[in-house]
């Protein structure tokens, strides 16, 4: 069993910066993928990265290539998401994800594993 807790959100302006933070419980966080999903208001949830295990993989969604870096820390059970370069359509809310195999996770997340329960970041123009 494994329980994800985000953390990092907030109110930022256009071109501003966050770290969001997922911890994980769960001695087995190691063998999991990671990913981060975030669904803005009236529209449905779409995949944002993915980190692999061992972090030697990493996906990104087209909309936040060269702004955001996934990232984890295996001994301190936690996955982040840099953001830079803000914009207002990164309003969402942003969510953590867990699943052994990263192809669910980057094919949409149908069928994952484990889910947080979501932290709101708003960008302002």
């Known amino acids: 069993q494994v329980q994800l807790v985000e953390s990092g959100g907030g109110l930022v302006q256009a071109g501003g910066s966050l770290r969001l933070s997922c911890a994980a419980s769960g001695r087995t966080f190691s063998m999991y993928a990671m990913g981060w999903f975030r669904q803005a208001p009236g529209k449905e949830r779409e995949f944002v990265a993915a980190i692999s295990w061992s972090a030697g993989r990493t996906y990104y969604a087209d909309s936040v290539k060269g702004r955001f870096t996934i990232s984890r820390d295996n001994a301190k059970n936690t996955v982040y998401l840099q953001m830079n370069s803000l914009k207002p359509e990164d309003t969402a809310v942003y969510y953590c994800?867990?699943?052994?195999?990263?192809?669910?996770?980057?094919?949409?997340?149908?069928?994952?594993?484990?889910w947080g329960k979501g932290t709101l970041v708003t960008v302002s123009s």
């Open positions: 994800a867990a699943d052994k195999s990263i192809v669910v996770i980057t094919t949409g997340g149908g069928g994952m594993d484990y």
